[in-house]
């Protein structure tokens, strides 16, 4: 397992790539380049292809001409080529099978970790996207992290762990980025009915910033991220500290009634369940029905308080209807469609119109 010394930078593109940043900036020219450089037009092209290899001489060179010292041009080439070896190793078998334990196609296409087709390189990305150091780290971790998760219950689908394991780590990686007060239950449960109003707003770019900043001021940060491949989970909540809570939101349905349900059925979690575990709503065959079930009728009362269910269960089944009583109990019309198709009161084909339907931008 290879280590790289703190507070400096593992070079894995060429030095030609921080020459060429320079030139670009100071608007040199190659030709003019080639010139102070008193080389030819092949050692040029060598040295600009990384074929060439920067020797003392030319260090002082490019020291003089495009700045930083000698030594850095020196130790620039020589991480670089010692990178090179790095990435020609070839992984162990249990490296290997740990590497396609992941989807690293999707990974790669969201930007959690950069593209690249040495399965070394792709090995020592996915580290350092865990923030561990070797296998035997991670292992010890996520061992006790699949310890205390619980899965939601269904007949449908399920997730394969690695998948799961991939976008709880990006919500972490993104929760880290909300500054929070510390974790206050009670602040919470009084924001929820605030929370409820932004249901009716129809664009995610001002609900979930708002979303956000409620419920950052009680010490939970909600973050969203796209499922990959593998992930069927729509929501999730962990404690990453004592005092600070994390909600992932995946959009995975695209509609508005899922993704609220969602996110009051995370927030049940935290509000009535242990803080040591880790929820996931998932399509998933599981066994903690008790809770999963709390926390649905949690979210089912909090976006349908007990005094309208009645009302909504015996009410004329039209558009005209379910938008009048839809703005009466103050929630989207598209909450309410959810909720009806739940009770199996209608059908799920019918009245989804009244949904709002996102997608990925």
């Known amino acids: 397992m290879i280590t790289f010394k703190e507070n400096q930078p593992t070079w894995i593109s060429a030095p030609s790539e921080t020459i060429s940043d320079i030139l670009f900036e100071r608007n040199i020219s190659l030709d003019e380049f080639r010139l102070l450089l008193e080389i030819s037009e092949n050692k040029l092209k060598q040295l600009m292809s990384g074929k060439l290899e920067i020797n003392e001489l030319i260090a002082i060179k490019l020291s003089n001409i495009l700045g930083a010292s000698q030594y850095f041009w020196l130790e620039r080439e020589r991480q670089y080529r010692e990178t090179l070896l790095i990435l020609s190793e070839d992984l162990n078998d249990s490296e290997d099978s740990w590497l396609k334990y992941f989807p690293l196609k999707d990974m790669k296409a969201s930007g959690w970790i950069p593209k690249t087709i040495s399965k070394f390189q792709q090995y020592i990305y996915c580290l350092d996207y865990f923030n561990v150091k070797n296998l035997i780290e991670w292992q010890s ?201 739940k009770m199996k009161i209608v059908p799920y084909n019918h009245f989804n119109d009244l949904k709002i339907r996102f997608k990925w931008s």
């Open 141 to 341: 971790k996520y061992q006790n992290q699949h310890a205390v998760v619980a899965f939601k219950k269904s007949q449908c689908f399920d997730s394969e762990q690695g998948a799961i394991d991939v976008w709880l780590r990006q919500g972490e990686i993104l929760s880290e980025k909300i500054s929070c007060q510390d974790w206050n239950k009670k602040e919470f449960i009084t924001k929820l009915a605030l929370i409820r109003n932004l249901t009716r707003e129809k664009l995610p770019s001002i609900f979930i910033p708002k979303l956000q900043e409620i419920c950052a001021s009680c010490g939970v940060a909600v973050v969203i991220a796209k499922a990959p491949s593998g992930c069927k989970a729509s929501g999730a909540t962990k404690f990453i500290t004592k005092q600070k809570a994390m909600i992932i939101l995946s959009f995975r349905h695209l509609s508005d009634d899922h993704f609220w349900f969602s996110f009051f059925h995370e927030a049940a979690h935290l509000i009535l369940h242990d803080n040591n575990l880790i929820f996931i709503d998932d399509e998933f065959s599981g066994f903690t029905d008790d809770l999963e079930s709390e926390a649905n009728s949690f979210a089912q009362r909090t976006l349908i308080p007990d005094e309208y269910e009645y009302e909504m269960k015996s009410m004329r089944l039209d558009i005209r209807t379910i938008l009048r009583f839809s703005k009466k109990i103050g929630i989207s019309s598209g909450i309410v469609v959810g909720q009806l198709q």
